[in-house]
């Protein structure tokens, strides 16, 4: 198997996060986003989204991160990062869909306005968006926080794929203009998570490395 993937991207970070806890034997080829790799051709062919992660297994292509990696946990008999059982699967389901859908898509608007878009592109932040997604933001903090009273972990008491997919964009949570002072179990939650190597793993050597192949920091 091989996975198409780019450096710090968090749904990349999420599967690779899911491929080593698994102990998966996974083939990682990186792409340079600001090369423009993901615009090439060839990888078009792949992925016509022109976006990572893509896995290859063979004569089979699949992409969109939550989907891959409900389809590696599933070659590991008896993993506990997505079990066999239907209604502790649907609940990782669940958090999986809410947090493309909800907590991360304007996290990841913030994230882009006024981290990726100004210190990385040198164009202004757009700040009716960033206004938007901030109140946003909040709406869904509030969910997570209430969902993390007495719980450790997004569903049963370990890690699974819901965790990975919630924390995706974690390495850019603090620095984003967001008061997060109101959500001290968040708080607690994503320090918790940083600390899984499996994730810690995932992690750009330096934010130079960011979009960059290795071979190319």
């Not at 968090?10 to 990682?28: E, P």
């Not at 989907?67 to 958090?95: E, H």
């Not at 968006?129 to 109140?135: C, G, K, M, Q």
Request: glycine residues 6%; charged residues 20%.
């Amino acid at each position: 198997m091989k996975l198409y993937a780019v450096v710090g991207s968090g749904n990349c970070r999420k599967v690779q996060a899911t491929i080593s806890s698994l102990g998966l034997d996974v083939d990682i080829e990186y792409l340079d986003f600001f090369a423009g790799d993901l615009t090439e051709p060839k990888y078009l062919a792949l992925n016509p989204n022109g976006r990572v992660p893509t896995l290859s297994d063979g004569d089979f292509i699949l992409w969109e991160s939550n989907a891959i990696m409900q389809y590696l946990a599933d070659k590991v008999p008896g993993n506990t990062l997505f079990p066999q059982d239907s209604q502790t699967r649907a609940d990782i389901n669940r958090w999986q869909c809410w947090e493309l859908a909800h907590f991360n898509n304007v996290l990841a608007m913030i994230a882009y306005q006024t981290v990726l878009k100004v210190q990385l592109l040198k164009q202004e932040a757009n700040q009716p968006i960033v206004e938007y997604a901030t109140e946003s933001l909040h709406e869904f903090a509030r969910v997570l926080e209430g969902h993390l009273l007495n719980r450790n972990y997004m569903v049963g008491n370990g890690v699974t794929l819901a965790d990975y997919a919630i924390i995706n964009i974690e390495g850019f949570k603090d620095m984003i203009p967001f008061d997060w002072s109101g959500y001290p179990r968040l708080n607690a939650y994503f320090d918790r998570m940083r600390t899984d190597a499996h994730w810690a793993s995932t992690a750009p050597e330096s934010p130079e490395a960011l979009g960059h192949k290795p071979s190319a920091v």
